[in-house]
């Protein structure tokens, strides 16, 4: 008959053994500074195409052609003459 410790010996027999496994080296990322750059202008590309297929009339507001999306104008609103 077996002790009521052995199942709990066994348990830590296992942890022992996992932890006495020598590490595994992780694998270095193949992606550097050049792919993460080429990545980060894919993801721009990406923003700008989803920004310009949503609001496609911003690009063309105050009458002329803006790069940018946006324009900016002001008006002096006055409701009497002074």
Do not use: N, T
């Not at 990545?39 to 009458?63: E, H, M, T």
């Not at 002329?64 to 009497?80: A, N, R, S, T, V």
């Amino acid at each position: 008959m077996k002790s009521p410790s052995a199942p709990a010996e066994q348990g830590a027999q296992v942890i022992r053994d996992l932890l006495s496994r020598p590490m595994l080296k992780r694998p270095r990322s193949r992606l550097r500074c050049a792919g993460q750059i080429f990545k980060l202008i894919l993801i721009v590309i990406a923003a700008l195409a989803v920004y310009s297929g949503l609001y496609p009339w911003a690009f063309l507001v105050g009458g002329g052609f803006h790069p940018l999306g946006y324009w900016q104008g002001f008006l002096i609103m006055c409701w009497f003459r002074i």
